[in-house]
């Protein structure tokens, strides 16, 4: 990999799972930041001692986090969302994804979980667990709908 990059984010109470993909190739890296403990109001208060460093944000332009859905506690949930864009540099143009969105872009169905093959197989190790398929398909959604933004302004 290579650079610049597309951050696509997945964020649960439990864990964020980002994924860093390459602009000009299918290539992606997934970071897994489990947040550890027993209440989630806890564990939302450490998100930006685990979040990645600067450095890691380096060649990142653009982030895209899916809008998180629970039907319970969803307070904390969008309080883990707010934590995460905390912890963006405010240089990286960040969007927020729902799940219709991404989903359709890839292909599938609002209601189905992506599976490894819903992917180029040059992306990602087929043992990508849930959270970092989903981190994937929102980077996927950003980095091709910024691309088409920019391919439009051009042509006109």
């Known amino acids: ?17 980002l994924v860093r993909l390459d602009e000009n190739v299918d290539e992606a890296e997934w970071l897994s930041v489990p947040l550890p403990g027993d209440a989630a109001w ?26 998180p859905f629970a039907r319970a506690r969803q307070d904390v949930v969008r309080l883990a969302q707010g934590a995460a864009l905390a912890c963006i540099p405010t240089r990286v143009a960040t969007w927020e994804v729902t799940p219709a969105v991404w989903k359709q872009h890839i292909g599938i169905k609002q209601n ?32 091709d709908t910024n691309a088409a933004g920019i391919a439009a302004a051009l042509a006109s």
């Open 42 to 67: 806890d564990r939302v208060r450490l998100i930006p001692d685990l979040m990645p460093p600067a450095g890691w944000w380096a060649e990142v332009y653009l982030c895209a986090i899916e809008r």
């Open 112 to 143: 189905v979980k992506p599976s490894w093959s819903a992917f180029a197989p040059s992306l990602f190790d087929e043992y990508w667990p849930q959270d970092a398929r989903d981190a994937l398909g929102v980077a996927l959604y950003a980095r």
């Open 1 to 17: 990999m290579t650079g610049p990059y597309v951050v696509g984010i997945d964020i649960s109470t439990r864990a964020i799972d």
